[in-house]
C-alpha cells in the first residue's frame, strides 16, 4: 500500500506564492510518474502537472510559466511551487503517483486525500 501525503496549501493572496510538497510512502518498490491534479466545487477534476521519474513534465496551459514540479526522489517526494497564484487557481490539490509495490506486478495510481488552495483577490 502506498500513502501519499499533501501538505503546504493554505489561504494566500492573489499574486502571492505557496509551495505544496507530497511525501509518498509504504511498500514501495518504484514510483515512475508523480503529478498534481486540482478539483473546485461542482468542477471537473483536471491535472495540473506531472513529471516522470526521468524529469519531464507536463503543465495545464492555465498554469504554465506559473507553476514548477519537482520532485527529490530519495525522499519520494514532489513538490508544487506555485506563483502569480490567481483567484481561479483556488481548488483542493491532490498529489498523485504512479507507483510499484511489493505486492503488485504492475504499476497503479495512488492518490492523496488533497490540500485546500485558497487565493483571495
Known amino acids: 500500500q502506498v500513502q501519499l501525503v499533501e501538505s503546504g496549501g493554505g489561504l494566500v493572496q492573489a499574486g502571492g506564492s505557496l509551495r505544496l510538497s507530497c511525501a509518498a510512502s509504504g511498500n514501495i518498490v518504484s514510483i515512475n510518474t508523480m503529478g498534481w491534479y486540482r478539483q473546485a466545487p461542482g468542477k471537473q477534476r483536471e491535472l495540473v502537472a506531472r513529471?516522470?521519474?526521468?524529469?519531464?513534465?507536463n503543465y495545464a496551459d492555465s498554469v504554465k510559466d506559473r507553476f514548477t514540479i519537482s520532485r527529490d526522489n530519495a525522499k519520494n517526494t514532489v513538490y508544487l511551487e506555485m506563483n502569480s497564484l490567481k483567484p481561479e487557481d483556488t481548488a483542493v490539490y491532490y498529489c498523485?503517483?504512479?507507483?510499484?509495490?511489493?505486492?503488485?506486478?504492475?504499476?497503479?495510481?495512488?492518490w492523496g486525500q488533497g490540500t485546500q488552495v485558497t487565493v483571495s483577490s
Open positions: 498523485t503517483a504512479d507507483a510499484r509495490t511489493t505486492t503488485a506486478w504492475r504499476m497503479s495510481a495512488y
Open positions: 513529471i516522470t521519474s526521468g524529469d519531464n513534465t
